[in-house]
């Protein structure tokens, strides 16, 4: 039980961690850098490392810190993390049967995607003032920012990978003894 509320507090340490780089720090960077998202880095490492609840926990913790200090209508990082769970978790179900570099960098690419589709399709629907005139879609300026986050979430997420697959037994394969 103490194990679980460390767990608990760790979690919601680097969720506060990541939240302030990605509001004080990443957009500091150049362009091509603030594509970086460090929230959604993080969940899918908690998928992959500690499992659903976990995960689930941190899509919570980290849509409601978003939201509170993010400009977009309330609930969008939310909702848009608790769909990437559910998806994630269901290609790592259906699709994806082994926990290997591969099919993480895969995991995080789909993801990625998904992320950038579902959030700023609710940003979207729930804008009062779309000012812009056209469909967020046929911009370029969404195209180019969906690929610079998808080539950072696979680069961050596969670093995230390797080291810990290095350091945790979790991911180490396991043979059959021959009797």
Not at 22 to 27: E, R, T
Not at 52 to 66: D, Q, R, S, T
Not at 108 to 116: A, E, H, I, R
């Amino acid at each position: 039980m103490f194990w679980k509320i460390i767990k608990k507090i760790i979690l919601l340490i680097l969720a506060l961690l990541a939240v302030f780089l990605q509001f004080s720090f990443i957009p500091s960077l150049p362009p091509f850098f603030q594509a970086i998202n460090l929230p959604l880095a993080a969940l899918l490492v908690a998928l992959i490392f500690l499992g659903l609840k976990e995960a689930l926990v941190a899509a919570l913790i980290f849509g409601f810190f978003l939201d509170s200090w993010h400009f977009s209508p309330f609930g969008i990082y939310l909702l848009t993390f608790l769909a990437i769970i559910i998806f994630a978790q269901i290609i790592l179900t259906h699709w994806l049967t082994d926990r290997s570099l591969y099919s993480f960098a895969a995991l995080t690419f789909f993801s990625s995607l998904v992320f950038s589709l579902v959030w700023n399709l609710l940003n979207f629907f729930f804008s009062w003032n779309n000012d812009s005139g056209h469909f967020f879609l046929f911009s370029w300026g969404f195209l180019k920012q969906t690929s610079f986050s998808v080539f950072w979430l696979v680069l961050i997420g596969g670093l995230c990978f390797i080291i810990l697959s290095l350091t945790s037994n979790r991911l180490k394969p396991v043979f059959l003894k021959k009797r």
